[in-house]
Structures are given as C-alpha cells and as structure tokens.
C-alpha cells in the first residue's frame, strides 16, 4: 500500500520544494521585494529539502572576476614558486544555492556569468595562465530590492522558472514545514521525487496546451515553456505520478507563465445567429453518431479543451493590477532616469576591479592585482639570464606590463535644469507650473540620483534660484517666493543653462535642459532692447547648446505657439512641444519621458 501523500502547499513553499527537486533544471527563484525574515525563512526550506551538503553561497551585486570565475591562489603560488588555481563563487556554489541580495543591481559581468552557468552548468575560465572547466550547476535566489520599477535584468527573470512575492500564508506555511515531523516528511517526498524525475514523461498535447497558453498571455519566451514543462513534471514527481497530469499542468502554468503575462487573451468571437443548415437529401446516408469518448483513457492524457482549463488555470492566478501595471509601463516607454546610467571611470566611484594600465595620470595601482598578473611568470622570471638579482632582492618580479590599476563605476543621475520665463503678465502661471512639477520630480528623484535646478529669467539677466538639489524641503522654502515681471533677456537664459549643464556635466550627471518660455526675446546680450538683436543672440546661444550635445526640452507657452520659439527648438537640436496650458502633471510627465534621451546622450 502507497503511502498517504500531504496536500501540496500555496506556491511560495511549493517553489521551494520544487526547486529542491530539480535545482538546475528550473533555475531559481525571484523573490520580489523580500523582507530579511522571508528571504532567510525561504533559503533555510530550500536549503533543507536539498541533498546532504549541497553548498550555499552568497553573491554580492559588485563581485570581482576573480571571486566570480577563480583565479590565482597569489598567497600560495607565490610561497611555492609554481602557479596554483583556486575555485571561484560560481563553481564553490556546484550542486547548490546561490543567493544574489540587490540582484537588480548585479553587474553586466555578474549577470553574463550566471547566465551561461543556467545555460551550460558549467564555467570556463581562462584568464592569468589557467586554463580549466569547472562545474557550476547553480540554483539562483535572487532577491529582487529594487526601487520603483528598477527590476533584475530580463535575461536573468528569463532563466528562472518562478517569479514570486511572499505574503504572510507563505511564511506561515514555511514555518509549519519546519516542525520536525513534517520537515521528515518533505524530505523523504522529495528524495523520492528526485529519483522519480527521470522516469516522469509528458504527451506531447500538453506540451500544445503550454504553447498555446504562453501565446494567449503574451509570453513570447521560449524558454518559459520550457520551464513550464520542467515544472510539471517535477509537480508529477513530487506527487507520485509518473505522467503528467490536468492538475500538474494547470499548477505549472500558474507557477511559470502568470508572473510573465503581458495581455490578457482574447475573448472567442460569439457565435453568430444563422439559420439551420438543410436537411440532407433522402437518397444519401445519414453520417454515422460519433462514438463516445472512452472512459478507461489515460488519466494523463490532455482533453479537447485543455489548454482552455490553462488559461484559466493562468488568469485565476494573475495578481491583481499586474496587467494594468505593465500597460502603464508600455505606454511611458520605460522607466526614465530610474537609477542613472553606470559609466567606467578611474578616478571614483564604487570599485569594479582592475585592467591592465600604469598608475599614472590620477589612476590608482592596485597592488592584488598586479602581484597575481605577475605570480605565475616568476619561475621563468627567475631562470632568466637577463639582470638577475640578489635572492634578497628579488622575492618577487614585477614587469611592465603586469601593473593593474583600479577600475571603477560611478552611476550618473540626471540633472534636470528648467529655465522659466519670468518676465510679463503671465509670469506668475508660468512659474506656478514649474514649482509643481519641480516638487513633482524632486519627490521621486532621491532613489534616481537625479536633481533639479531653477533658473529665471527677467528684465535684463537670469538667477539661479535654485541651484542643482536633491533636497525637496529646501526647493520648497526657494519656491515659495520667486519674483517676475520685466523683459525676456532670452540669449541671457541660454548661456546659464549651457553654464548649469556644462557644470552637471563636469560632475559625472547627464544633464537635461527644460525651457519654459513663449520665446518671444526681446533683451539682446549686452542688455539693450530690440526684437531682432535679440533673437540673433538667442539663436547663437542655442547653437553653442547643440554644439555640447545638450539634451533639451522646449516649453512653448504662447496660446497659439511661436514661429520663433519653433526656430530656437530647431537651433538647439531640442524637442519643441506646444503646451499653453501646461498643468504640474503635464510637464512632469514630459520632463520623465525627456530623461531618456538625456541619459543616452548625457556625458
């Protein structure tokens, strides 16, 4: 007599069971915005149903080459003359869990090595002198942190099988799986599902039903459906079967392929009235009945309408808003100046290891580095008739072209200058909406590292009112009194804001240059009044912005727009929008959609 298998729990203890039966095959888990007690409740059950002394391993978002892939053992090799090896975090990690805390902050060679570890369970390295292959067949945590909507990079989300968020049922049902009398259970089920994996098959209508599902919901990832179908199987082995059924189907379905749904599927055109087919002539024979359908089928064999039952399986599970949220998310094109862009620097930032190079010109030598460059040529070093040194000297030698010196990545936020037309009767509603929506940026921008400036202009100058800020509280004590009236020294306003840029600029933030003005100039450069001198000025000005590649937004607040606000637009190489009306909300939404361009272009 079988033994009475327990009801399999709500999908957070579920992945966790799941991946513990096939680890590398279903890559991992996304954790969406974990607390600390649900990331540790999560990996402690994973770690617990996997294989005695499978490892477990910590990957910081800024870790180097050589703790990522291995490399020199510098300590050793260069006690024993000889070159020795030593194993990266990757391949220490074999057979096991590697938790990745901030993994939407994980660097382009983070992201690349783990990437080829899920497709090849492998690693390659070839870097000081060693050449070696290590295995790296890895079950990735990755604890989504994230700020808004800075998300893990879609090449990693695409190569694990489960996306999930833990409420508190979740935990309550991970912790009951601690008791030691159930954590005895789950562990002897799922060693037994480990061993059942390889026997589990699929019909290939299933397989049908899975395409078909991921197309309805917009799933365009072929690995997701492969994914889908690891899943069902491991569903199947984990409850004694040993074919795929409905119900470990449909379960894989709302594990895998609802959290990467991107439209709903479209409703089945009703059925249209027509009149009833005619009967068929007497002479001719009536087609036989369709015989029924038969009972002793396979229980495991899909129906007609199964991937009906999956996509219903899929909607019943699709979390609330998500649909709406990645419809918004389509529209704004992208999440502007979210985090900034990372930019290689040698001067400052956050350390990113090291590249070949002499320590000169401010760059600083990094000492590990060069040592281990140097470490596996010192045999051949020592052997070399050329100057040979004292043995108390030449402990050892250091050449030319080992020298390494430190690399680093600064990330670049976007400072966002507006430039507000203060002068005139409609000075006041002008400067109304850029309060609003510089409050309106200011309020999102700490997370983006991005700042805002405020410069008007009026009578014969401009003022910087606020100079470039994160601070929201002292914006709004600047923004409360901001004077207007007076002529527009418009050639004024652009060499301010090629000023204020050029400044961002020099301080590693791509700048964004917002005017907000009917470009009616009528105050020349040297102060004098006239409508033509001004205008010439203010071209020229605009044109030393193109020059500098200065990212740039034109306001154009006259009721029915301006032929020479269009041409300062055009001069500038900046987009031009017709806005009279211009709400806070308005230009704010502008201002996000105007920092893509900035960050592209910026620096």
Sequence with gaps: MSPVLPDLPGNGALTALLLAVDPHGLGGVVLDHPHHEQARAYQQRLHAALPEGAPSRRLPAGITADRLYGGVDLATTLATGRLVAERGVLAAADGGVLVVPMAERLAVAGRTALAAALDTGSIQVAREGIAETHGARVCLLLLDESVEDELVHPALRDRVAFVIALDGRAMEELRDMDAPEVDRQWRQQVRDARRRLPTVTVDDGWVRALCETADAFGVDSVRAVLLALRCARAVAALRGRLAVSESDAERAAQLVLAPRAT?????????????????????????????????????????????????????????????????????????????????????????????????????????????????????????????????????????????????????????????????????????????????????????????????????????????????????????????????????????????????????????????????????????????????????AGAARLAQQRVASLFVDTSPRGDAMARRLAEAMHGRYVRLPDASAEALGGLVRTAMVLANGEGG
């Excluded at 495991?300 to 039952?309: I, T």
């Design 263 to 539: 439209r709903l599927p479209v409703p089945p055109e009703e059925a249209v009235d027509t009149p009833p087919p005619e009967p068929p002539p007497q002479n001719e024979a009536t087609p036989p009945e369709p015989e029924p359908p038969d009972e002793s089928a396979d229980p495991g064999e899909p129906k007609a309408h199964g991937g009906e039952l999956l996509r219903e399986a899929v909607a019943s599970a699709l979390p609330a808003g998500l649909l709406a949220q990645l419809l918004a998310r389509a529209q704004a094109g992208g999440s502007a100046g979210r985090v900034g862009e990372e930019t290689p620097n040698l001067l400052r930032g956050r350390p990113r290891g090291a590249r070949s190079g002499l320590p000169r010109g401010g760059a600083r030598l990094h000492l590990l580095e060069t040592l281990r460059a140097a470490a596996p040529w010192q045999r051949v070093r020592a052997s070399s008739p050329a100057k040979p040194l004292p043995p108390s000297r030449a402990r050892v030698r250091v050449r030319r072209e080992d020298f390494r010196i430190r690399r680093f990545i600064e990330k670049t936020g976007t400072t966002v200058i507006f430039v507000v037309d203060a002068s005139g009767s409609s000075a006041i509603h002008r400067l109304g909406e850029a309060k609003g929506a510089i409050e309106r940026l200011l309020a999102e921008s700490y997370a983006r590292r991005d700042r805002v400036c405020l410069v008007a202009f009026r009578g014969s100058g401009t003022e910087v009112i606020l100079p470039p800020t994160r601070a929201l509280a002292r914006a709004r004590r600047v923004l409360a009194a901001l004077p207007g009236g007076g002529g527009t020294p418009m050639a004024h306003a652009m060499d301010a804001a090629l000023e204020q840029a050029l400044a961002a600029r020099r301080g590693g933030s791509a700048p964004l240059v917002v005017f907000l003005t009917d470009g009616r100039a009528n105050i020349a450069r040297d102060g004098t009044p006239g409508r033509p001198r001004a205008e010439q000025d203010a071209l």
